[in-house]
């Protein structure tokens, strides 16, 4: 106390360092169930009081506290308890299914909560004494998903009282428990996109003493199942009873009958003393090792290879190089009148190709506008631009030509005359 109160001197003193507190508290007795859900809400109003006032102004009733849970001597919890906190501002609840190899074992959970504000802790532990039932296990278990529900959410008193009100209407059995609570994210879920209030979904396994009803036996009809395989909704008929405040996904529903189970054992061998056999005297190799001739290696490796390559080398270029025929040969070896022939065609080749360059000639004159150097009046082309030239005459005749002008010529005189 005395080391404490002169940290928090300090702190005055200096006005800029912050106080770190801890604070233990008496451990706090629960008494869960084998096979039995357990929920412990770890309040934030529980631990507010616990904070000194902070020196500056602030809302300290509103300060973000986290939790930090393990088993004490541990830096996690044990494997049947799952904790979970949306947001520094909301409350933090352990959950779990404990099962019978717990029972008599006291479980410390040390719980430490962080004031994020202040940097403050307080610390307490919870002893979980798990206590023996009767009624475990229980022999008729299902197993349902409810698409609309956040782990946190189902884990609350009332919702889950509601949902267990509803089995009961259906199932109606003397013995009803909820066994289990899982988020579909532990199931290999996929986290839901932040719109339209979509939630992620959470596994709640529930065990009665009775058979299962007709209603929860029509999931295994062979219309469901058929309509399920086609990702289609199967018709329940007391999915009515369930759909106002949960929207069960019927096809991922699981009944188990634990007393058709057939048990399976796995033979394990016997755990040794862990010393190995006695083999005689180890005898370590020699520290002076003998040198290797490594030389008959590099050819085989490198040498023959690189021979083979060389040979081929030669014997392409051969082939290629020394065995052409030319030119010369080749005339030699070919008839007379087979060269005429390759010489003719080849000289009609050039002509042709030489005559394909004067393509490009000049329209004739028939095609081009017609000037009057008297009145100056410019007559158009006798045929358009889109006319069919293909078939019209280099010359074409004026004596059947409509509208046919007469350009004026000159005399010998100098005098013009039409």
């Known amino acids: 106390m005395t080391c404490t109160m002169s940290?928090?001197?300090?702190?005055?003193?200096?006005?800029?360092?912050?106080?770190?507190?801890s604070r233990s508290h008496a451990d706090r007795n629960v008494y869960p169930s084998a096979g039995v859900l357990f929920v412990h809400v770890l309040e934030r109003e529980y631990f507010k009081g616990e904070f000194p006032p902070y020196p500056k102004s602030g809302d300290a009733g509103n300060d973000p506290i986290t939790f930090n849970t393990n088993l004490m001597g541990y830096p996690d919890r044990p494997g049947w308890l799952r904790y979970i906190q949306r947001t520094p501002h909301s409350d933090g609840v352990l959950y779990g299914?404990?099962?019978?190899?717990?029972?008599?074992?006291?479980?410390?959970?040390?719980?430490?909560?962080?004031?994020?504000?202040?940097?403050?802790?307080?610390?307490?532990?919870?002893?979980i004494n798990i206590m023996a039932t009767e009624e475990f296990p229980l022999p008729y278990q299902a197993e349902f998903y409810i698409k609309n529900m956040n782990v946190e959410e189902m884990l609350a008193s009332e919702v889950l009282g509601d949902f267990l009100g509803a089995v009961k209407n259906i199932w109606q059995p003397e013995r009803l428990n909820a066994i289990n609570i899982t988020s579909a994210l532990d199931r290999g879920g996929r986290v839901?996109?932040?719109i339209n209030n979509l939630k992620e979904g959470v596994y709640v396994m529930v065990g009665a003493d009775v058979p299962f009803s007709s209603c929860l036996r029509e999931v295994e009809s062979p219309h469901n199942q058929l309509r399920c395989s086609q990702e289609m909704e199967p018709v329940i008929s007391c999915d009515k009873k369930f759909r106002a405040q949960f929207h069960i996904d019927w096809c991922k529903i699981s009944l188990v009958d634990i007393n058709r189970v057939v048990p399976v054992y796995i033979t394990r061998p016997d755990p040794g003393t862990g010393i190995l056999p006695e083999f005689g005297e180890y005898d370590p190799p020699s520290e002076s090792l003998k040198t290797r001739d490594y030389f008959s290696d590099f050819l085989i490796t490198l040498a023959v290879p690189?021979?083979?390559?060389?040979v081929l080398f030669f014997i392409l270029g051969y082939s290629m190089c020394c065995r052409r025929e030319g030119v010369e040969k080749r005339n030699m070896q070919t008839p007379d009148i087979q060269l005429v022939h390759h010489s003719s065609i080849q000289k009609s080749s050039k002509e042709l190709r030489s005559m394909s360059k004067n393509r490009e000639i000049s329209w004739p004159l028939s095609t081009l506008p017609v000037f009057n150097p008297v009145s100056g009046e410019v007559v158009p082309p006798i045929h358009p631009d889109n006319y069919e030239t293909t078939s019209?005459?280099?010359?074409?005749?004026?004596?059947?030509?409509?509208?046919q002008i007469t350009i004026p010529q000159q005399r010998p005189s100098g005098k013009w005359y039409s």
């Open 306 to 310: 690189s021979a083979v390559a060389l």
């Open 7 to 21: 940290a928090a001197a300090v702190a005055v003193w200096l006005g800029t360092v912050v106080t770190i507190l």
């Open 192 to 194: 839901p996109l932040p």
């Open 97 to 127: 299914s404990p099962t019978a190899e717990h029972v008599g074992k006291a479980t410390v959970i040390e719980i430490t909560a962080y004031n994020r504000r202040t940097f403050e802790t307080a610390r307490h532990n919870l002893v």
């Open 392 to 403: 019209m005459p280099l010359m074409q005749t004026q004596t059947n030509l409509q509208n």
